[in-house]
């Protein structure tokens, strides 16, 4: 876990083409302004050390930057810096040496080969340059040597230029220089990819030339190949965080620390542009996906490689979607399968050709579907001691219920949820919990209101926490209500009102006739005498208890919600729904009217706050998107994301809101993001001139 702390978010001197920040800087999602006492309680609070990292960190006050280092000193005993190197000095030398700072460099190579890291016009691109060679320089001499991150593309690395590369990296060996890590580009606009971007073949011939030269470099790390036998070999104990399955609602390796105190994620994911804070438990769903999707469809099914790979760095997944692979699995399969014939040839044995990978494979799915995240290492490990200690393994389902019914009983999703700023979470997150309690107690207000012109003798349903029934109940008693509480089972693809709560039931409230015929009716098996005295649309209850209804409203691979449907059930994973089930239809014009009455009610019966917030969410601009079985529903506010319940392919619902602008709500560079305060740049690259 690194802490990167970073000030002035993604302000930079630089206008580097290709940078992944730069939706942020699209986006108009950039600030200029930091709190050292905020920034300092946060990172003690996640426990340090850390670096200083950008955007650019030395555009900071200079008094400001030795107050950082000299409490990280003090604090942890070292503190570290990424920078471009432009605006080094002499008293940033000075500084890094009394505070014990280590430097990194981000570089592509000397001269022209450094041209894509732009500084607004080819002359001052080249004084940058420049200076940043001096400064690799001084440091060398003066302190000590960088290590440098080396970005490989159309201007430093092609055929014709690695000659030119590798005396620059032969001279950066003679100052001293021993640490370098090669990135293949992360491409996140069309034009970075049509001027600079190499193909999959330049890829693998410019990382095979650089290989060969590590071996003429004594000392010299090239960490990518060491970590790519290291991984092949099941000894991943410190191998980079893009083969360690990160979660891009966490981002466990880089825990990122902005310029108000406000938590953060390695700045890869953002690729709408959107600073997301952390989610608050991590989850590896991407994982779990990819190893069950054909490789025909983006995903990594029965890659051999798929263990040490893990479909790579979500940042440079395939069309910008974290649930696709990378877009460089090429790449990566070519060098894994370079460097597994090696060891093969010098007689190691890769886990790749050994028949336990399956077992490893299947002990690492186990584990990302609990939430845990363990090394290769350890899960070798764990086989060898369950094949000493005789481990057998099983499983047991319960595959149905005492009415003769055998629905399964549904499991909620474990949702995670992803915040665009601190403040959004704090001012929302509390009207979404109340919102939760809501739809429970209205349960009872609504006992025979849902469908209109419904009989007295018909109860009103939802699934809710087993624990608040006795309340639920009490409250129904208050009111001159009975209730019952049946099995989940009683409602199939029921929305529960408190998503986080596993034990849950149907609560039932209604005149004590009615309660007692359709817990009756539920009881010895008469479902078509328990359906009749539920109060819900009829079509959208026999839709509820198909055996595969798929998901509403989502017969095309993409829908647009028209403002005209006034509700909808996309945020029912977080038990945000009028109804209890999704309707048969979006404009199912029976479920449209219950809601509506639901809402009034809710008003009339001492809710209007609540109800107000509800309808503010049903005003959101709401995409949610289904792809190789996992759903992410985003919006203005946050995003979310969970394992789906059905396993269709690619789907996408887009809600088009009626707010015109949500309080709080993000600024993004797509849909459902507010608009950029400006145009985006247009891109235009001069590779090497």
Known sequence: MGIELRPLGVACNLACHYCYQNPQRDAGNQRMTYDLDKMKAETLRIGGPFTLFGGEPLLMRFEDLENLFAWGLESFGSSAIQTNGVL????????????????????????????ARWSRSLEKTRQSTALVESAIERLCR?????????????????????????????????????????HLLEVDHASVRDTLALSARENVQALLAFAELQSSLPGMYFDLF?????????????????????????TEAVQGIEGNGQSSN????????????KASEAGFERYVALYRTPQAENGCQDCRFFLMCKGQCPGTSIGGDWRNRTEHCEEWKQLFGIIERRMIQAGKVPLTIQPLRFDLEQRQIEAWERGENPSISRTLAEWHEGRAGGEQTGSSHDSGGANGFHTAIPVPPKVRMSWVSESARQKWEVRLEKLQGMMEEMTVHAASVFAPGAPANRCAVRLVAEANFLQLREMAVAQGRA?????????????????RETASGVFLAGTEESVLRAKAAWESGNLQAFQALIDLPGCCLRRAWQVDPGSVGTSHAAVDLPASIPVHTLLAPLGIS??????????????????????????????????????ECFSWSISWSEL???????????????????KAGSRLIRRIGTAAEVDGGARGLSFPYLPPPRQPRLVEIGVAQ
Not at 160 to 169: G, R, T
Not at 226 to 250: F, H, I, N, S
């Open 483 to 499: 209730a019952a509480l049946l099995p989940a089972q009683a409602l199939p693809r029921g929305i529960r009102a408190r998503s």
């Open 142 to 182: 003066e302190y000590e040597p960088p290590g440098m991150i080396v970005t490989l593309h159309k201007g430093n690395a092609t055929a014709d230029k690695l000659p030119l590369m590798a005396d620059w990296m032969r001279r950066l060996h003679s100052l001293g220089v021993r640490s370098l890590r090669l």
């Open 226 to 250: 060491e970590e790519m036998e290291a991984l092949l070999e099941g000894r991943d104990q410190k191998v980079g965080c893009t083969w360690r399955a990160c979660d891009p609602y966490t």
């Open 578 to 615: 009028v109804l209890p089930i999704e309707p048969c239809s979006f404009d199912c014009p029976w479920a449209l009217e219950a809601a509506a009455q639901w809402l009034e009610l809710a008003a009339a019966r001492g809710y209007a706050s609540e109800s107000g917030w509800l309808r």
């Open 88 to 115: 080094i000095e002499g008293r940033h030398i000075d500084l890094f040496r009394r505070y014990k700072v280590s430097v990194g460099i981000s570089m592509d190579g000397p001269g022209e080969l450094n041209n």
């Open 266 to 277: 390695c700045g890869r994911t953002n690729k709408e542009g959107v600073g997301f804070i």
């Open 628 to 646: 190789h079985g996992v759903t992410e529903v985003k919006t203005p506010l946050f995003r979310m994301c969970f394992q789906s319940p059905s």
